[in-house]
């Protein structure tokens, strides 16, 4: 028995130490023992200072959206019966399962010159492929699923007993959300959150097809990573890698922080 | 505002967004795609390149998806029936492929089995550098799916099955297995549909050499920059089809899984 555990957690252990955790250490370290000066040259480089702000900046947008939409579509496909709503469901889920670059190209078509959206925009002087607008709406796209896939069974579990009772003691719709079951979904939003922050920030596929990798303009950091490991400079590929890891790593830590709470309902 | 009203807007916001953001986009690339009509459609993904990547996407991803499927239990079940120190800390990083950018995790693993290896393992350009990639993306989806079952599942049923003379494996195959197979089919159904998509992890390491280790993701993404979409559209469409019979297969499982539950 005790063999058996014991070679279980070896395998378990073995596969994360050689896919995962020794990869992840040795980039870290050969940033820091070889070239720690050409990964801080890349860094402040105007060009890669740009890549972040518009990673940042499609972020800032695509997060609270997707936060509000997560919410209000979780209430609506577990609290509400509505015509299509199988059909809302399956589109939320559908980015998770959706290759990046499939985004990328339909979003490519619809905004492109002859799409449906894009002959308009464009016969309006609007240009949005190419530009900060289409690495936005690619990354609001990647990122839809996040919030609702975790408000969803969260509202499941608790039932709407609460609800009710507070809507017969005279409580508006809009005092029993924000009274009752707000608070009692707020860490499956906070998750959900988390969640979508990291998948902003790492898109790379989608944003890849409709920004154009314009350097200095429509480059985001992924798309930066990419630029400089093609310029064959490793400084800077391992140094905005670093970065971006680093982000990783702490939400890895805010999510073991936040999941326990759970349990708290 | 009225409660009627307030509930109308709410629900008029939700069916808006999904279909801007998701739907139209959809339907555009369906659109695009059907132009050429059923035949030249017929062509475009039976072009030899085209059906070399998408048939090196299958078999790959599915060999990762259940390398995961046994390497996920494995974990799931160490993580939940097995106690030692460390073990929160192994628990928060499975996550890690969730929480880094794919293009960083391409890097990651071309850094440990590339040119460079410190382990002398040089798999960069070879099929095997995507499968390695596809390992690391899929990796946390098995193990996710199965651990809260084995959390919910009583030890003690385990413990009267070998009371009763079952060995650890008939225990297991009788016992365990069944109880944790909606979690393990959900989990490896998901992890397909991720590693048939995946282009971050891919494209620093694969080397995307047509007939050898280019994948369907690349494939479309070349074919778009080589300014052919309505080709690339073709390819893309069944990557579509994929996705939504992989979300259809899952939600199967989760229907035949509720239906089952014991109370």
């Not at chain 1, 820091?32 to 860094?43: E, H």
């Not at chain 1, 919410?71 to 990046?100: E, M, Q, T, Y």
């Not at chain 1, 992924?222 to 400079?233: C, G, H, I």
């Not at chain 2, 097995?82 to 293009?103: E, Q, V």
Request: glycine fraction near 8%.
């Amino acid at each position: 028995m005790n063999a058996r555990k014991l070679t279980l957690r070896a395998i378990a252990l073995g596969y994360l130490l050689v896919i995962l955790v020794a990869p992840l250490s040795l980039v870290v370290w050969r940033t820091f023992a070889y070239d720690a000066s050409g990964a801080w040259k890349a860094l402040s480089d105007p060009d890669t200072v740009h890549a972040f702000k518009v990673t940042l900046e499609a972020a800032a947008v695509a997060v609270p959206l997707n936060t509000l939409f997560g919410v209000l579509c979780g209430l609506a496909i577990v609290r509400r019966r509505f015509p299509g709503k199988g059909l809302v469901n399956a589109f939320v889920d559908l980015p998770l399962a959706l290759s990046p670059v499939v985004v990328g190209l339909a979003l490519f078509l619809l905004y492109g010159r002859t799409g449906w959206f894009g002959s308009w925009l464009n016969g309006h002087g609007y240009q949005v492929l190419f530009a900060l607008p289409s690495i936005v709406i690619a990354t609001v796209f990647v990122s839809v699923p996040f919030v609702a896939r975790e408000v969803i069974p969260t509202l499941r579990e608790i039932g709407d007993e609460q609800e009710q009772a507070a809507h017969t003691l005279g409580a508006s719709s809009w005092q029993t959300f924000w009274r009752v079951t707000l608070p009692s979904i707020r860490w499956a939003v906070v998750y959900g959150i988390v969640l979508t922050t990291s998948r902003c920030l790492g898109e790379y596929g989608a944003v890849a097809v409709v920004s154009g990798s314009i350097q200095g303009k429509t480059e985001t950091a992924t798309l930066r990573v990419q630029e400089e490991y093609e310029n064959l400079n490793t400084g800077g590929v391992y140094g905005i890698s670093l970065v971006l890891a680093a982000i990783a790593v702490t939400t890895l830590i805010l999510m073991s922080i936040v999941k326990p709470s759970e349990e708290r309902y | 505002m009225s409660e009627r009203a307030g509930a109308a807007l709410s629900l008029g916001f939700v069916t808006t967004f999904i279909t801007v953001v998701v739907a139209l986009p959809i339907a555009a690339l369906a659109w695009s795609a059907s132009k050429k009509g059923a035949g030249g459609f017929w062509d475009t993904i039976t072009n030899p390149e085209a059906l070399a990547a998408l048939r090196l996407t299958l078999a790959v991803a599915a060999l990762a998806a259940l390398t995961n499927a046994v390497l996920g239990t494995i974990t799931a079940w160490v993580l939940v029936r097995d106690d030692f120190r460390g073990k929160s800390t192994m628990n928060a990083i499975i996550d890690l492929p969730f929480a880094l950018p794919t293009i960083v995790a391409g890097l990651l693993l071309l850094t440990f089995y590339g040119p460079r290896s410190p382990v002398g393992v040089h798999l960069a350009f070879t099929r095997g550098a995507i499968f390695v990639a596809l390992l690391f993306v899929t990796l946390p989806f098995v193990v996710r799916t199965v651990q809260p079952v084995l959390i919910e599942l009583d030890v003690e049923m385990e413990e009267a099955a070998r009371s009763l003379g079952a060995g650890e494996a008939t225990t297991f195959r009788r016992v365990v297995l069944p109880n944790i197979l909606p979690g393990i089919l959900s989990g490896v159904t998901m992890a397909f549909a991720r590693a048939v998509g995946e282009i971050g992890a891919i494209v620093l390491i694969s080397g995307n050499l047509p007939y050898r280790t280019e994948v369907a993701s690349v494939f479309v993404f070349l074919r778009i920059q080589s300014g052919d979409p309505d080709g690339a559209a073709a390819v893309a469409v069944v990557l579509l089809a994929i996705s939504f019979a992989v979300l259809l297969v899952v939600g199967g499982i989760r229907r035949f899984a509720t239906k089952h539950e014991r109370p």
